[in-house]
């Protein structure tokens, strides 16, 4: 029996190459992933060495965010849509490329008949609303609320284009129905996967290991594991009870004096992170997050936050990065 084909968009990306692998594990689709160059081999070997003999089961095709035609050429023939590509930085610009190929991807499902697609979002695209409007504890933020781009306090331009994109997806969904939708709003991504490349969370990481700030600092972040996040995209897509759903991905929030004492071990092989704390008293001041939904709907089994500082810190020593 033929399986399904599922198109994962970014597939060297920090987050697609992890989901990719999962979906590649997983076995029961026909995965093809897009990239922007099937001939860039820089930027293929990552994932040919992350994926190892996986690899050999993935169809790559190319695809560009600003390029609308090539994404609806990429889906053809797919049953699933998984979205995971769009620009994360702080440096601007983030807003017009995720809108743009985020409705290129919805265009691309209405196009091809597409069962489902899953796209991934952020927290930022649900914990920055007006002052006015922010739950006061003991609520805590869940999968009702929405960042408010246009808020006095005024917003990021990549929380605005987390934000934006989310909504072009249901507001597009609404208008053509014809397919499920299901996002996925995961904190701050930590942990190993298949494509480090130079994005944020590696490169956060990478800070800490390579001892870019002298003591540690007294504040605290909200974190959650790659790998949850990318079994969270395999079951949005496995499980019927997920559809046009949002899912927060969330672990804990943790202090990071904790998470520069989890990584002080790797001292001995080479890493410079830093065992003196700054001056001040430590702060765990951050907003409630409830994840309940992806715990009983999606089942995910959240992995130990120390695990994936570790395992991380692991990965980036074995191949040299460190």
């Known amino acids: 029996m033929e399986k399904p084909v599922v198109v994962i968009t970014g597939v060297t990306g920090y987050l697609g190459s992890a989901t990719c692998l999962a979906f590649l594990q997983d076995g029961s689709f026909s995965v ?9 081999e820089k930027k293929l070997q990552p994932l040919k060495l992350g ?6 089961g993935l169809e790559l095709v190319e695809a560009d965010l600003s390029d609308e035609d090539s994404l609806i050429k990429a889906c053809v023939g797919a049953t699933f849509v ?16 995720a809108v743009k190929g985020t409705t290129a991807v919805m265009k691309a499902c ?15 695209a649900m914990q920055a609303p007006a002052a006015e409007d922010k739950p006061v504890p003991p609520a805590a933020y869940n999968e009702t609320c929405w960042s408010n781009p246009e808020r006095p306090e005024g917003l990021h331009d990549y929380m605005k284009s987390k934000t934006w994109a989310e909504r072009a997806a249901w507001d597009y969904q ?4 014809g397919f499920d939708l299901v996002t996925i709003l995961p904190c701050f991504i ?19 290991l390579k001892g870019k700030k002298a003591e540690i600092p007294r504040n605290s972040s909200s974190f959650v594991d790659v790998r949850d996040c990318a079994a969270a995209h395999l079951k949005a897509i496995l499980l019927p009870e997920a559809a046009n759903q949002r899912f927060i991905l969330y672990n804990q929030r943790v202090l990071l004096r904790d998470v520069y004492g989890w990584l002080a071990k790797y001292n001995e092989k080479g890493a410079k992170v830093p065992t003196k704390l700054a001056e001040g008293e430590d702060s765990m001041d951050g907003d409630l ?3 309940t939904k992806s715990r009983e709907v999606l089942k995910i089994e959240y992995t ?10 692991e990965y980036l020593l074995s191949v040299g990065a460190v």
């Open 32 to 40: 093809r992933g897009t990239v922007r160059s099937t001939s860039n």
């Open 51 to 56: 994926l190892g003999e996986l690899f050999a």
């Open 82 to 97: 998984v979205h995971t590509a769009s620009p994360f930085h702080f440096k601007g610009g983030c807003v017009k490329p």
């Open 110 to 124: 209405s196009v091809h008949k597409v069962k489902r697609c899953v796209v991934t979002s952020s927290c930022a």
């Open 174 to 177: 609404k208008a053509n129905p």
């Open 190 to 208: 930590m942990g190993p996967a298949p494509c480090d490349g130079e994005g944020t969370s590696v490169s956060y990481m990478l800070d800490i």
């Open 289 to 291: 997050i409830d994840n």
């Open 304 to 313: 130990p936050m120390e695990k994936t500082f570790c395992d991380a810190a």
